[in-house]
C-alpha cells in the first residue's frame, strides 16, 4: 500500500514565492488511509483481529521506516513512529467495531 499511494510521488512542490509542499499530497495519504480498512475489515470479520491489526501495523512501520531512513537528519524515527502509534490505534479500533458488530455484540465463544 505504502508503494501505491504515498511511494511513487514524493516531489516537493515550489510555489510562486518560492516555499515548497509536500512532498505527500493530501489525496495520497488519504488513500493510504482508506484503502487499507477494506483487508483489515475482511480480516477482523473472520476473527483475525490480531492479524488485521499487528500486520498493517508492522506492515505500515516497516514501509515508512524504509521510505524515510535516508533522512540525514535523524526525525525520520518521529514520523515513523507515529506512523506505528496511529495504524495501530486505528486498526484496532476498527477490527474491535467490526468484530463486535459480527458478533451481535457478544464475547468471543458465545
Not at 25 to 49: C, D, F, K, M, N
Not at 63 to 73: G, L, T
Amino acid at each position: 500500500m505504502w508503494a501505491a499511494w504515498p511511494g511513487w510521488d514524493q516531489h516537493r512542490d515550489v510555489q510562486p514565492d518560492g516555499s515548497t509542499t509536500g512532498p505527500y499530497e493530501a489525496w495520497q495519504v488519504i488513500g493510504l488511509v482508506l484503502i487499507p480498512l477494506a483487508p483489515v475489515y475482511w480480516a477482523a470479520s473472520r476473527h483475525y483481529t490480531r492479524a488485521a491489526v499487528l500486520g498493517t501495523t508492522a506492515g505500515l512501520t516497516v514501509a515508512a521506516y524504509y521510505d524515510w531512513s535516508d533522512d540525514s537528519s535523524g526525525l525520520f524515527m518521529v514520523g515513523v513512529v507515529l506512523v506505528m502509534i496511529g495504524s495501530l490505534a486505528v486498526t484496532a479500533v476498527v477490527s474491535a467495531i467490526v468484530s463486535a458488530t459480527r458478533q451481535g455484540g457478544r464475547p468471543p465463544g458465545h
